[in-house]
C-alpha cells in the first residue's frame, strides 16, 4: 500500500492542486498524492489548470474536496501550502509527518490574463522547485 500525502490550502482551487499534479507526476507510483481544502472553492482555477499544462501535467480532472473527507483514511504526510490552512489542519489518523511550505495565492492575481499568468507561473515554479525537491528525498 503507498503512503499517502494530503496537500492542504483553504479553497483547494490552485496551490494545492497544482502541488498535487506536480508531486505525483515527480512520485510516480511511489506515493498516493492527494489534495483538499479547509474551505473548498468547489472548482478548480482554470489558469492553475493552464499553467500545469504548459509543463505537461494535466490537472483537468481534478475537483475540490473538503479535508474532512480523509478524517477517515491513513495519511502519512501532510503537507500545507498556505498559512490558513496550517492553522486550522487536524491531525489525520497515521500521520507521521507535517509540512507547511507556504506559497502566494495566485488565485489573488490582477490585471489581463497574461499578467494573471505571469503570477501562476512563477507561483508553479517555486512549487515544482520544493515539491520535486521533496519526491527526490523519498526516493532516496
Not at 8 to 27: K, P, Q
Amino acid at each position: 500500500m503507498k503512503p499517502t500525502v494530503l496537500i492542504l490550502c483553504t479553497g483547494n482551487s490552485c496551490r494545492s492542486h497544482m502541488a498535487e499534479g506536480i508531486l505525483r507526476a515527480a512520485a510516480g507510483d511511489r506515493l498516493d498524492v492527494q489534495s483538499a481544502g479547509s474551505k473548498p472553492a468547489g472548482y478548480v482555477h482554470p489558469l492553475a489548470i493552464k499553467a500545469l499544462a504548459e509543463i505537461d501535467i494535466d490537472i483537468s480532472t481534478h475537483h475540490s474536496k473538503h479535508m474532512d473527507e480523509f478524517l477517515s483514511q491513513d495519511v502519512e504526510t501532510v503537507i500545507t501550502v498556505c498559512g490558513n490552512a496550517d492553522q486550522v489542519c487536524p491531525m489525520f489518523p497515521g500521520q507521521l509527518n507535517r509540512y507547511h511550505w507556504g506559497f502566494d495565492d495566485p488565485a489573488h492575481a490582477t490585471g489581463s490574463e497574461d499578467e494573471q499568468m505571469a503570477v501562476f507561473r512563477r507561483v508553479r515554479d517555486e512549487i515544482r522547485k520544493v515539491f520535486e525537491a521533496y519526491a527526490a528525498g523519498r526516493r532516496a
